[in-house]
């Protein structure tokens, strides 16, 4: 993989119908018409996208047009942005980090264009013969850990509004006091001045 190429997961909205993996990447290719005319070899950057199916190893390569650049437009503004792949992203959680998963089973689902739970999750049944024995119950535990993930993401919502409440609270009782004490060293020197 190039510095140029990229990475991205769709995130999955259909269980049943697995997102489909794209990367971006720039390619030389030669212009015949430039080529011709200038009497030698002339390239140009065309932007390519390379497109497969999590459990497939098929890829369809396309020059870039409006198309695809709409369908996925998140990813390719991206790319064009950065020219890196994204590590992390909206429905993105890398197969590394589900812990029942092997180093050998993540390299075998990479070979198939699986490269995050969400895809594992989504495969259906007729794509499961490719993965191998113990399909089903690998996206199974995809599923759950998915589901489980929800319940979490649910109590770390509230943990940091709860965290962000406790902040304010404390930036609003340092005020208090601090206006406490000027309101009492005003009173002081009011009653020292009325003496």
């Known amino acids: 993989m190039t510095a140029g190429d990229y990475e991205f997961f769709v995130p999955q909205v259909n269980i049943q119908a697995p997102a ?14 430039e080529s011709k005319r200038q009497g030698r070899t002339v390239f140009v950057d065309r932007e390519m996208a ?4 999590p459990g497939s190893k098929d890829v369809f390569t ?6 695809i650049k709409q369908q996925f ?9 950065t020219r890196e792949e994204l590590v992390r992203g909206p429905g993105f959680t890398p197969l590394t980090e589900a812990p029942f998963m092997r180093p050998s089973q993540i390299e075998e689902l990479r ?4 490269m995050t739970i969400e895809q594992l999750a989504s495969v ?3 794509g499961l013969d490719r993965i191998g024995h113990g399909a089903r119950d690998l996206v199974s535990k995809a ?16 943990e940091i509004e709860l965290a962000e409440r406790d902040s304010k609270i404390a930036v609003l009782e340092r005020q208090m006091a601090e206006m406490s004490k000027r309101f009492d060293q ?3 020197a009011k009653n020292n001045g009325s003496n």
């Open 143 to 158: 599923k759950g850990f998915l589901k489980a993930a929800e319940g979490t993401a649910a109590v770390q919502k509230l």
């Open 62 to 67: 396309t020059v870039v047009n409006d198309k």
């Open 50 to 53: 390379d497109i497969s199916n």
């Open 124 to 126: 259906p049944d007729t």
């Open 20 to 33: 489909p993996r794209v990367r971006f990447y720039v390619e030389a290719m030669e212009h015949p018409g």
């Open 73 to 81: 437009l998140m990813q390719y503004e991206h790319w064009k942005r």
């Open 186 to 188: 005003a009173m002081e």
């Open 111 to 114: 070979v198939l264009n699986i």
